[in-house]
């Protein structure tokens, strides 16, 4: 009998629920911090890749565009991205510029008149909810200064294939005028590029 009695609490402990032996998991979430920068990057990559699926996700070529957001701690500036495969005759500064246009207005779209890179960026990084406090003057206006759009034009597989490796990239703030954009042309998207060169020059 003491044997049995023994063993009564250790079938007790395996008969507790699996609640009480580990932690609730939105306890565990609720404990994990993130920051506004962190909330902000996880809008920004969703919301350029939402706009290249609105624009070219159901493309006549059947190819889906590239895109995420990149944060580069040397130079404190973060990037969203959009890279498109377009034949040679497409890739041009002039399409590359359209495009960064069309990108932008997707983005901002709803965005009140006036400033609606800034409008857009000061929402994306503001969860619902949430009201900046004097410690955050002009949210947009400031960060329209270290975010920036980079739209890439490639070759598609098949003309990669045969040689063709050359790409048309053009970057910029979110409100830049098309001829304030900085182009650049390369011999694939690895290639290291020289100095950017404005467009239209």
Known sequence: MRSLRALAPASLLLALPVQAQ??????????????????????????????GLRLFGSSERGTRPETGTIYDWRRGRVSLYLSLQRPERERTREACAG??????????????????AAWYLRSAF???????????????GKLLQVVELEVSLIAPPYAAAAGDNRRMRCSGRLDAAPEALRVDVGAGPDAAAGPPEPLGR
């Open 126 to 140: 503001q969860p619902k909810g949430h009201f900046w406090t004097s410690r955050f003057e002009d949210v947009g």
């Open 22 to 51: 580990t932690p609730d998991i939105l306890q565990r979430l609720m404990a994990e911090p993130v920051s506004l920068f962190d909330w902000g990057l996880a809008q920004l990559d969703r919301d350029i890749e939402r706009a």
């Open 99 to 116: 495009l960064f246009d069309k990108v932008i207005r997707e983005l901002t779209a709803g965005a009140p008149a006036g400033a609606p």
